[in-house]
């Protein structure tokens, strides 16, 4: 079976056992050699990140140190230009010969068919959504006509797929975890020691 890269991407701000358990179980359950964690410079879908962009990268990197075929990507830099999902997957298939499989929230996912150019992704990928225990499959669905496929095999090949993956990922929330951090609450049950240490070092979230 050929498999690909996955392409995990997010504000990780900051980065969470959740997002860990999502990097090692993509390797574990999907078609996919190698994931390629992308912290998003500007987001165009939501609020901007609280951390600086290269604080994220460095968070990240020291999340996910020591999981193999884990890669963390500096490819959406922040500037003045926001960072379109498209642009990232047309690059990374520039690079490496494909576009990577897209792996995305369920909530991301619901409003997938307003993102830019929602449907030239389809054209280049398949996409996985990483659903919650009990998520229900959004509307939109049968506005953008997806061929959602139940099996992970079924990613390799055409592009357009859409494949609901139950992850078991712990319900971790950088929301929460900032909320805790400002109340001067624990978190070590929430991201590793070394993110907490970065998070200390940096005084980052203590406003």
Same mark, same amino acid.
């Given at each position: 079976?050929?498999?690909?890269?996955?392409?995990?991407? $997010?504000?990780?701000?900051? +980065?969470?056992?959740?997002?860990?358990?999502?990097?090692?179980?993509?390797?574990?359950?999907? +078609?996919?050699?190698?994931?390629?964690?992308?912290?998003?410079?500007?987001?165009?879908?939501?609020?901007?990140?609280?951390? +600086?962009?290269?604080?994220? !990268?460095?968070?990240?990197?020291?999340?996910?140190?020591?999981?193999?075929? !884990?890669?963390?990507?500096?490819? /959406?830099?922040?500037?003045?230009?926001?960072?379109?999902?498209?642009?990232?997957?047309?690059?990374?298939?520039?690079?490496?010969?494909?576009?990577?499989?897209?792996?995305?929230?369920?909530?991301?996912?619901?409003?997938?068919?307003?993102?830019?150019?929602?449907?030239?992704?389809?054209?280049?990928?398949?996409?996985?959504?990483?659903?919650?225990?009990?998520?229900?499959?959004?509307?939109?669905?049968?506005?953008?006509?997806?061929?959602?496929?139940?099996?992970?095999?079924?990613?390799?090949?055409?592009?357009?797929? !859409?494949?609901?993956?139950?992850?078991?990922?712990?319900?971790?929330?950088?929301?929460?975890?900032?909320?805790?951090?400002?109340?001067?609450?624990? !978190?070590?049950?929430?991201? +590793?020691?070394?993110?907490?240490? /970065?998070?200390?070092?940096? /005084?980052?979230?203590? $406003?």
């Amino acid at each position: 079976m050929v498999k690909k890269m996955a392409f995990l991407g $997010g504000t990780f701000d900051p +980065p969470h056992y959740g997002h860990i358990w999502l990097a090692r179980k993509a390797l574990q359950e999907l +078609p996919v050699q190698t994931v390629r964690v992308i912290p998003n410079g500007v987001p165009p879908h939501r609020p901007q990140p609280r951390a +600086p962009w290269v604080a994220r !990268v460095v968070m990240c990197e020291l999340a996910l140190q020591n999981v193999a075929d !884990v890669v963390v990507g500096r490819d /959406e830099p922040p500037g003045s230009n926001v960072h379109w999902t498209l642009r990232t997957l047309q690059r990374l298939r520039r690079r490496h010969g494909r576009a990577p499989l897209l792996i995305i929230g369920a909530d991301s996912f619901a409003q997938f068919h307003r993102w830019r150019c929602w449907q030239r992704i389809l054209s280049l990928t398949n996409v996985v959504v990483a659903a919650r225990h009990g998520a229900v499959r959004p509307r939109s669905m049968v506005r953008m006509r997806c061929r959602v496929v139940t099996r992970s095999q079924q990613l390799i090949g055409n592009c357009g797929r !859409v494949f609901f993956w139950r992850s078991g990922a712990p319900a971790v929330s950088s929301t929460n975890i900032r909320q805790r951090l400002k109340k001067r609450q624990s !978190v070590t049950h929430l991201l +590793p020691l070394s993110v907490l240490t /970065e998070i200390q070092q940096q /005084e980052l979230y203590a $406003g």
